[in-house]
């Protein structure tokens, strides 16, 4: 099927030299960034889905620069699992050397994405890609959503704990504001054992 002969070749795209031995991207290459563009545009999610994942392993800015505006489309796209695989592409991207440069707008994007998305697993995603990307930002808004922490998804609670922890650490200015913040989600008993557990080696 399509969906079989577009994943083997993304798979072999992965094994394959991308550039010269002077590193510069073979001509080719560029050829295949047309065909990319058109995944990322596909009717089928699938296809959007394992392409934004290919791109997201890529690490070539050369060949991610003329794709960036469709990954960032992707974003908005009606299947969570896409949107999902458009947030990991987005912080795969930002970290490479001038992908901030690249990717200029994307974290207030994702900063919107985190507030307004109701799929918990695209949430978790969003919050991870913070995490990494700008932590004092994805601390910022979890110490804004204190009151709504206690009610999400225990693996939504897990990442927020991962955040807040660091936070604790890297943010002095933060860490009371932390700490409580994780004393009540320690103490909440609606809270799966994860959760709580996942507190208590936090605070510990």
Known sequence: ????????LLLY??????????GKVLPEMLLICQHL???LQHPNEYMRGSTLRFLSRLGKTELLEPL?????ANLEHRHS???????????SIYKLPEGDILMQDALERIGTILVKEMDPTVQRSALLCLSRCAPERAASFLLASQDRISSWEASLQLAAIDVLQKACLSSPDHRGECVKLLLGLLLCPANAATTTYACAMALA
Not at 13 to 22: K, N, P, V, Y
Not at 81 to 91: E, L, N, T, Y
């Open 1 to 8: 099927s399509d969906k079989q002969v577009q994943k083997l």
């Open 13 to 22: 795209l992965e094994t394959i030299e991308t550039a010269d031995s002077q």
């Open 37 to 39: 563009s058109s995944n």
């Open 68 to 72: 960036v505006s469709y990954v960032l």
């Open 81 to 91: 699992f896409v949107r999902r695989a458009a947030i990991v592409a987005v912080m």
